[in-house]
């Protein structure tokens, strides 16, 4: 195709007689009245927060029917987008099996199938197939399906997992006999995670509190047992969550427990179930510790070894020495933060963001530059320190992605690990931690004759207003033009801490191969130059996340990629809050926002404590309670700063059982925007009514609203077909 055909003037989708089109549906105001520190501010449409309300759902289908009407001249397109997607995706295909006591798991999907199997081998020749859950069956009868836990006790014969029918993420645990096929009666309701003790009879669990969503309380379980689950922990701290997990050596069950600054962590040894769990160092406001497990000894006295491993030890990653961490080591037997010495020593410039233990070696998982490196240390390599011993796994493109896999065996002598790109399909290795040879065990398949030489990766930086250089990642085909007239879709989302992945999505080539540049912002409030990177954009920084944002458009625009006719922006929940306030703040640079879930009401929901998250996220954002924190949290909040005035096209996406983003937020938002906007461009609401956070759970499901928002975005910049 012809990237030169795709420069005509933009233009609204709808191609049909005004009169075939109804009018946007108009939310009836109720002023509610909030006051503090005296700052008086009406909210006109917090009734839309009532869900059980028949009017809130009217509403919401009102805003369904009026977005169908609007896309209904692009329904062909879609169905062209969708089968153009779907025919490169191999829907009947395989995982790469993972090795774990003896067996071989694996997941598979079959054509027409939404759901994937998961399933497992035993690691002999000729060995059967047996079938451990058909998702599809499970969501039978559900519009939605999550799967959350799934743990296999260590005699191989009970599998402890969790599932979500409402998109809520609101999972229920079950434990199911692998050697029957039944399912015990035990059913545990808001489960966030589980770990097996040994003997296989045993289970920890922690539960969620019922109105925040808080992970709040561990309780223990032996099959069978008709008494009440003896309640080992709770949190009594909002700020704080906890999760269990048993170390990969299987010798210890670890509760940990973190807000967004602070952690501590708790110890059980995994063959005393009925013991009490001993707390290795006391929380503390900013000090982030966690922890995994080494049981030694390993070539104990050997003179030269970079440390020797003489007996049971902790490594501890910790960031009591610098914001982007370091390892430590203590004796199991004395875990006190007086007992830790130090392995790999804080780097400024290097974020430790993992470090995964295993009997020979430790992977440790790295970013600098803002790209992910993962480093090999060698424990049983004779070397005067542990940076000397190890060497890091390299790759060659500009801009990448790389993760550690499954690995879940102790004793691997190969780390499994997965690499893409945007132009490289997702590929799974296996790494000879010894040899250094890498082995390809699988590609993501591209059907369709699908060549990565046609397209090209960059990697540009846009000085920010205080000198700060942003980094972006870009793509687009090697024929698509460069002089200002290209259309581009700019990413971001920069909260958290989280990275944006540089990753491969063959659903993306369908922008590319019509001309479209795609580029993600890397703006601070993320992860991707480590922890410093994440605190320049939170709390009283957190403007620096949309002025960074602004600033890569306006470097993208002066760089020629493209122009503000034809820059398109999108992100999804902390993503929606940067679309909705760099929309406030320039309209005139973007000609159309999608916004997933977006987090737009800012101010409202951080004062609602009851809501899930709000507590936990004062330490992202800040306490509203706090005057300061307020009046800033006021100043981006795009709810609250829409005014009167010209803005780009809009489509923002929520789903009714969104635990998350309330799907109030972008309600309350498309329908005050209505009332102000002074421009004639789209502004349309999408709500999954049978769907969470994440959106369409099937991925055949999930393929036709991608194919709705590319379908949006292009007819919209003059793209049909």
Known sequence: ??????????????????DTIPKPPVARREPVEHVLHGDRRFDHYAWLRH???????????????????????????????YHEMLGRILQTDLSVPYRLRGYHYFTRTEEGKQYAFHCRRRDAEGAAEELLLDLNLLAEGHSFLGLDAFEVSEDNHLLAYSTDTTGFRQYVLQ?????????????????????????????????????????????????????????????????????????????????????????????????????????IDRREDNHEYYVDHHPGPLDAGHPGLVHNVTSEIFYIRTNSGGRTFRLMAAPVNDPRRESWRE???????????????????????????????LRIVDLTAAAPNVLVASHRIEFAEPAY??????????????????????????????????????????????????DPSQYVIERLHAIASDGTRVPISIVYRRDTPRYGSAPLLLYGYGSYGISVPVN????????????????????????????????????????????????????????????????AIEGGSAGGLLMGAVTNMRPDLFRMVIGHVPFVDVLNTMLDASLPLTVGEYEEWGNPRIAEDYFYMKSYCPYTNLERKAYPAML?????????????????????????????NPLLLKVNMGAGHGGASGRYDYLREIALDYAFFLTYLGIKE
């Open 1 to 18: 195709m012809n990237p030169n055909a795709h420069t005509a003037t933009p233009a609204a989708p709808q191609e049909t007689s005004v």
């Open 51 to 81: 869900k059980e309300n028949a009017e809130v759902i009217a509403h919401l289908e009102a805003e369904n029917a009026y977005t169908d009407a609007v896309l209904k001249p692009t329904k062909p397109f879609q169905e062209k987008l």
């Open 175 to 279: 434990v199911k006999d692998l050697r029957t096929g039944s399912t015990f009666p035990e059913r545990f309701e808001r489960v966030t995670s589980v770990a097996w003790a040994s003997g296989n009879r045993t289970l920890f669990y922690t539960v969620e509190d019922e109105v925040t969503k808080r992970s709040h309380r561990l309780y223990r379980h032996v099959l069978g047992a008709t008494e009440p689950d003896p309640l080992l922990y709770e949190e009594t701290d909002e700020r704080f969550r906890i999760e269990v997990e048993r170390t990969r050596s299987g010798t210890f069950l670890l509760l940990t427990i973190a807000s967004h600054t602070a952690s501590e962590v708790r110890f059980l040894r995994a063959d005393q179930p009925v013991g009490e769990f001993q707390l």
């Open 343 to 373: 392995i790999v020593p804080n780097r400024p410039d290097v974020m430790l963001a993992a470090a995964e233990v295993f009997q020979t070696h430790l992977v440790l998982f790295e970013r600098e530059g803002g790209l992910p490196y």
């Open 401 to 450: 992605n790389a993760s550690i896999g499954e690995n879940p065996e102790f004793g691997a002598s190969h780390v499994r690990f997965q690499y893409e790109s945007f132009v490289t399909p997702r590929s799974i290795f296996d790494y000879d931690v010894h040899t250094r040879a890498r082995s390809l065990r699988k590609q993501q398949p591209v059907l369709g004759g699908y």
């Open 504 to 567: 491969f999505n063959s659903n993306r080539l369908s922008l590319l191969d019509r001309g479209v540049i795609y580029a993600v912002a890397h703006v601070r409030g993320g992860g991707e130059l480590g922890k410093p990177w994440h605190d320049a954009g939170r709390m009283k920084q957190k403007r620096n996340t949309f002025t960074d944002f602004i600033s890569a458009a306006e470097h993208l625009i002066a760089q020629r990629y493209t122009t503000p006719e034809k820059l």
């Open 652 to 680: 923002a996406k929520t789903g009714l059982n969104d635990s998350q983003v309330m799907y109030w937020e972008p309600a309350k938002y498309v329908a005050k925007l209505r009332t102000l906007k002074t421009d004639a």
